[in-house]
């Protein structure tokens, strides 16, 4: 089993910045098995909707809403995810949840979420 867990998340203005973290912990076996680690998010009334991944050999996806202002990055050593955000905006506004997926075990991790709230 993989636990994650997220922190970072805050208030800000419009236009500041925020940094998330999500560390996996667990079974070293489930934690070398992850393949993809992303970071989603959860709006206020909306489904949650992709933000950003990285695979194991640090290609990246982005959404495209926040294409040039989020950046995702992995510690493979410290099995830790992270996410850049920058040029905050209020619709930036969510619950964000990591997520770690790995194809060998056919299965896939959830932290339990953190609050990023962007004031306009």
């Known amino acids: 089993q993989v636990q994650l867990v997220e922190s970072g998340g805050g208030l800000v203005q419009a236009g500041g910045s925020l940094r998330l973290s999500c560390a996996a912990s667990?079974?070293?076996?489930?934690?070398?098995?992850?393949?993809?680690m992303g970071w989603y998010r959860r709006a206020p009334g909306k489904q949650r909707e992709l933000v950003a991944t990285v695979v194991s050999g640090g290609s990246t996806n982005y959404a495209d809403s926040v294409k040039g202002r989020f950046t995702i990055s992995r510690d493979n050593v410290n099995k830790t995810v992270y996410l850049q955000m920058d040029s905050l905006k209020p619709e930036d506004t969510a619950v964000y949840y990591c997520?770690?997926?790995?194809?060998?075990?056919?299965?896939?991790?959830w932290g339990q979420g953190t609050q990023v709230t962007v004031s306009s």
């Open positions: 667990g079974s070293i076996f489930s934690i070398n098995a992850i393949n993809v």
């Open positions: 997520n770690a997926l790995s194809k060998l075990l056919s299965t896939d991790y």
